[in-house]
């Protein structure tokens, strides 16, 4: 089986722009699950999507934000990117049940100017 | 008060050292991951533990529920075993959001 897929693996915005990520989940998976990690902050939950619907989210401004599609691809969004928002993207994939391990991505890192 | 606290936050070895990484936690979880970031980025996940000990390899993870508390063990480590380790704790509920802690930064010496 292919493993989580990311892309676009590196991006460089400048502030007030937009940004979308995409992430591809393994086969099969119905869950994707968004984190952003940086160094002064560490790893943090910013959205899961299950079966197309936002099933849980993280403590991030509304500037932040995702959607699921129909073949469980998911994108993140964030909009008027601010230098904070420079990080690693990650997605992790799941079957869904909530009982599973999460298998994750190689990252998105992006980088704002 | 972080949620989840490990220690040490950087350890050096020497290669064929027992390695053990410790987790604390504060609150009440379904299951405990033990992942690994090697430079680059990619995490991998090792563990998923809901009670006792899993084996995989020279890798060792325990928990104990009630004390809040697991650890990591890497034995006979080696220079590959460099790498970030980082404890995470789901919460009960159906969901896979993670809660993590700042993880452990390994470097094995040859």
């Known amino acids: ?113 | 008060k972080n949620e989840v606290e490990q220690s040490p936050q950087n350890l050096t070895a020497q290669e064929g050292e027992f390695i053990t990484i410790n987790c604390s936690y504060s609150v009440g979880i379904s299951a405990l991951h033990w992942l690994q970031q090697h430079p680059g980025g990619g995490i991998v996940s090792l563990f998923m533990l809901s009670s006792g000990k899993k084996k995989h390899g020279r890798l060792i993870a325990t928990i104990n529920i009630q004390e809040k508390h697991s650890s990591l063990h890497i034995t006979a480590s080696h220079p590959r075993d460099s790498a970030v380790y980082i404890c995470a704790v789901k919460k009960g509920g159906n969901t896979d959001k993670l809660i993590f802690g700042t993880g452990t930064r390994l470097q094995v010496f040859p």
């Open chain 1, 1 to 113: 089986k292919a493993g989580v897929t990311q892309t676009p693996r590196y991006l460089i915005k400048t502030r007030g722009q937009q940004v979308t990520l995409s992430c591809s989940p393994i086969s099969g998976h119905r869950s994707v699950s968004w984190y952003q990690q940086t160094p002064g902050q560490g790893l943090q939950f910013l959205f899961e999507y299950f079966s197309e619907t936002q099933r849980n989210k993280g403590n991030f401004p509304g500037r932040f934000s995702g959607r699921q599609f129909s073949n469980s691809r998911s994108e993140m969004n964030v909009s008027t990117l601010e230098l904070g928002d420079s990080a690693l993207y990650l997605c992790a994939s799941s079957s869904g049940s909530g009982t599973d391990t999460q298998y994750f991505g190689p990252g998105t890192r992006l980088t704002v100017l």
